[in-house]
């Protein structure tokens, strides 16, 4: 009985031990920071804003299967795709072979609400403007970290969405506002405005004001890109710059046949 009894110690010490040793296991690879496995399957998709990303699922040194997501350029790196000079892209051939992959490299969306993304407003103004602008969570609450409200950040967005822009544009047309200074921006019709109520009027006025502000957003009314630069009556799409901040060309085209008036409150 005895000598079952120190078998059985044995069996159940070693039992432990093995947790013990397969917990320290998952500890490390979890504080690596590293993912490492063998790849199943690469395949391309496209993120938020429409930009190819590289899609890796992988069995991992655990046995469970994970999916990484990279930008083309970090796959090119690791070997996994060539990028062609056309800019399309080629999976290698290399299913099969052991990977290690920092998770400094690994893709995350600026269209998905961060983590903390508790601000409601913020984040709705990121699910609105973050696919037309590339604007995430983050950048709209520094805005408003800089003390700008989140209509006025609303109505920026808008107008750099109306202008064919992106998230520095909005950035500039916010710091712009706060100096009071809009000598940078030429408007469409050669103007420089002096002040905001002339930029909105000038750039928003194709748009339905009703659908271009906060509160459309917050609700739900607003569409995006509703008039963009490249729905713009007239405009030509073809590469005319007439919108300008800092030097920058912002592909703003030509805008024809403004002042529409179709009894909106323009």
Same mark, same amino acid.
């Given at each position: 009985m005895l000598k079952n009894k120190t078998?059985?110690?044995?069996?159940? *010490?070693l039992v432990i031990i093995g947790i013990q040793v397969t917990s320290a296991q998952a500890a490390s690879f979890n504080q690596t920071g590293t993912v490492i496995g063998t790849i199943n399957s690469i395949s391309t998709s496209t993120d938020s804003t429409g930009?190819?990303?590289?899609?890796?699922?992988?069995?991992?040194?655990?046995? *469970?299967?994970?999916?990484?997501?990279?930008s083309v350029d970090n796959a090119v790196a690791l070997g996994l795709v060539?990028?062609? *000079?056309?800019?399309?892209?080629?999976?290698?051939?290399?299913?099969?072979? /052991?990977?290690?992959?920092?998770?400094?490299?690994?893709?995350?969306?600026?269209?998905?609400? /961060?983590?903390?993304?508790?601000?409601?407003?913020?984040?709705?103004?990121?699910?609105?403007?973050?696919?037309?602008?590339?604007?995430?969570?983050?950048?709209?609450?520094?805005f408003h970290a800089n003390g700008f409200g989140y209509g006025e950040i609303a109505q920026a967005c808008f107008m750099a969405q109306a202008l064919g822009g992106d998230a520095a544009l909005c950035e500039s047309i916010l710091n712009d506002k706060k100096m009071g200074d809009f000598s940078s921006l030429v408007l469409p019709n050669g103007d420089t405005p002096t002040n905001w109520g002339q930029l909105k009027k000038e750039v928003l006025r194709q748009e339905i004001k009703s659908l271009t502000n906060l509160g459309a957003i917050v609700s739900g009314? *607003?569409?995006?890109?509703?008039?963009?630069?490249?729905?713009?009556?007239?405009?030509?799409?073809?590469?005319?710059?007439?919108?300008?901040?800092?030097?920058?060309?912002?592909?703003?085209?030509?805008?024809?046949?403004?002042?529409?008036?179709?009894?909106k409150g323009h």
């Open positions: 078998i059985l110690g044995l069996l159940l *010490a930009n190819t990303i590289v899609v890796v699922t992988l069995t991992d040194t655990l046995g *469970a299967t994970q999916t990484v997501n990279l060539t990028k062609n *000079a056309d800019g399309s892209v080629t999976v290698n051939d290399v299913v099969g072979q /052991s990977i290690s992959i920092d998770q400094s490299l690994v893709f995350t969306d600026p269209c998905k609400s /961060s983590e903390g993304a508790d601000q409601l407003v913020g984040k709705a103004l990121t699910d609105f403007f973050c696919g037309s602008l590339g604007v995430d969570y983050r950048t709209i609450q520094d009314r *607003a569409v995006n890109n509703i008039n963009s630069a490249n729905n713009h009556s007239g405009n030509s799409t073809g590469g005319n710059t007439d919108i300008g901040i800092g030097g920058n060309d912002h592909g703003h085209g030509n805008g024809n046949g403004h002042g529409h008036g179709q009894g």
